[in-house]
DNA sequence: GTGAAAGCGCTAACAG
DNA sequence: CTGTTAGCGCTTTCAC
């Protein structure tokens, strides 16, 4: 079935039926109603590939992801995939994992698609080393991209950020307020973002007059996703250095060291206070629950949303966007 | 930059650039490198959209999930997508809700679109009332419709399932082994997944002679992302019921019910024994850490993927594929 | 308000 | 081995 068949049925030519399909007022009411008369009585639909090449569209957008299971990126996903929807456009979804390569190829794949633009989740896909860059502003050459929680400065770039060296300054501060000072920063990645929160834990304790000492800030080199690792590393670096508040860069680390504490007979927070980052599911599932800093996703999402519907409308976008984070106060603090 | 502009810097008809884009045979070595050479220098690449409406295709499959956020449909739209994406093919991801109409309008976008096939995650898409599933017959009608967890037979549907009913009664059984028989069954879907799980659990009690309780099989309405309000859940009910183990229909509830016994003051596994499901990441982060059924997602992912390609490549599969779970024991088990 | 016809960029059958 | 040409199904200008 296809718009000549309904053209003929309904005795018109093709070209009315496109007008009416595509809501043009050129077109009778009587001449109409009998074009849709057909289409129902044919359950016609119009072949969307046929569409895509007249329209140079398909009203697809990108998202890119190096892990869709990780938690925040499966939120970040769920988010944007709605409120996409509801302005008429599909994902394509796309997990890279976490080798620079890849990314390339797939980021380049989908610019082959003809999506209407992409969407890159995380800070990872945005590297220090900007030669490494260079198929984010090829793609960029091409479609709108969009960051979430990334930095990058590129026309037909936009960013939609949440302030993480902010929060972790103010989460870091919320522990040095009730008198301790040994705090533990424990982080997972090195990506802008990650490194930001580094960042903030860092001025909190300069601007206190506290000395920044090397071990006291400590890269995970395994998966977050494994929590005992996380537990057992704490365990390894035990003899090297002490504690009594960790700072994590997500609510998994911050998990691994509520592990770590029960281990080792610590209470919580008397003993040790944690903080973890995400308010993720992670967060209330432990006992006491994790103080966190809820970094916004919705907001970061809906936002990410709007500029990119806006942006293909043609309408004047911001590039970049910061909000701020929430510290969350649960159990885990004094 | 068109075929046509290559052919005519390359001094070759758009037949034959079509020819070496396409890795036909039928060209000399000579033209192709040719060919090659001027697709190279331009950086050229055919028009996705154009092929899609000469091919009928454009190598994309269709993932449907009611909630992309959920642990095990994270985890599975990520194994879909990793492997989908080896066998060259891309994921439309479409998050639908709960909701019955919006997942019928979803799906036949979907065929709308020309996905070469569906994949629905979750037995949730499968009703009771087979009225409801009209939509999905009729997109089997059109393209092949792979089920993950859901039982649905109909010519062009294919379904990859795990034997929840089993697991579930072998859950059951290990508990009933350690000499606990008054076991609370707590579920949170009425799927048919979820009922086969129900169904396991009450054949455990009665190969026993154990009589089946109304009060002994709790239905939590709430969601089970909201961790507190499980426990909280369990609370209300604590009067009338009184039990001393507990399965549950994931692991979201299963730590619902450790929260639970850490308000009522229970030790875990003495006082209360609890069985989660889906050995997903809530799993480790609890202390201790939680007995779950791994219900083989990576396995069902995998053979899911597999059985795509395979029909699409014109092959004969099996429309019904059962793995069997496998029970992890860890420390909220005698 | 409606129709004819020219693309959109590619694939594939056919002819040579 | 290579070129010609007829679609694929729709949108959109341009006449009438």
Redesign the pocket.
Known sequence: M???DVSEKAG?????V??V??GS????A??RQRVLAVIEACDYT??AF??G???NTMNTVGILCADSTDLYVANAVYNIERELHENNYNCLLCCTGYNVEDKQKYLNLLVNKKVDSVILLGSNFISDNDDENEYIRKAAGEIPVLLLNADYDYENVYCSICDDFKSTLQATNYILDTGVEDILYLYNSKSYSALRKLSGYQSALTQRGIPLRAEYMQYFPGSHSNLPAVADFLMEIDRAVEYHAVVAGDDNLAIGAMKFALKKGMSIPEDLSIIGYNNSILSTCCEPELTTVDNRLEVLCHHIVKTLVGILDNKEMPQKVIFSGELIKRGTTL
């Open positions: 296809t718009i000549y018109v030519s093709i070209a009315t496109s007008r399909l595509n007022d050129n077109v009778s009587q001449t119009p072949n046929a569409r090449l007249g329209l």
